[in-house]
């Protein structure tokens, strides 16, 4: 998703009822700007950031939704 010529985060679409991400809190249009402290400015930062995923106990997702910020924080089970 760009903004004034600049990348602004990743925009979330076709998010279907009853899908993990719909349960995670996602919603269609929502930007996602950052996870983990990491801001998702390409394509290969997404792909670093994923691995780096792979063992973390809890995920905190930045993005905007309508305009506003909101944080969704997640913890993960083993």
């Keep these: 998703y760009f903004r004034g010529g600049k990348k602004q985060g990743y925009r979330l679409f076709s998010i279907r009822p009853g ?3 719909k349960q995670l809190g996602l919603r269609n249009g ?3 700007n950052q996870v983990n402290g990491y801001s998702l400015e390409s394509a ?3 792909f670093e ?3 780096k995923l792979r063992t973390v106990p809890s995920i905190t997702i930045k993005l905007k939704r309508r305009g506003r910020d909101k944080h ?3 913890n993960i089970d083993a």
Aim: hydrophobic share 55%; charged share 20%; glycine share 0%.
């Design 72 to 74: 969704i924080n997640i």
């Design 19 to 21: 899908s993990v991400f």
């Design 49 to 51: 950031l994923y691995q």
């Design 44 to 46: 290969d930062r997404v």
């Design 30 to 32: 929502d930007v996602i």
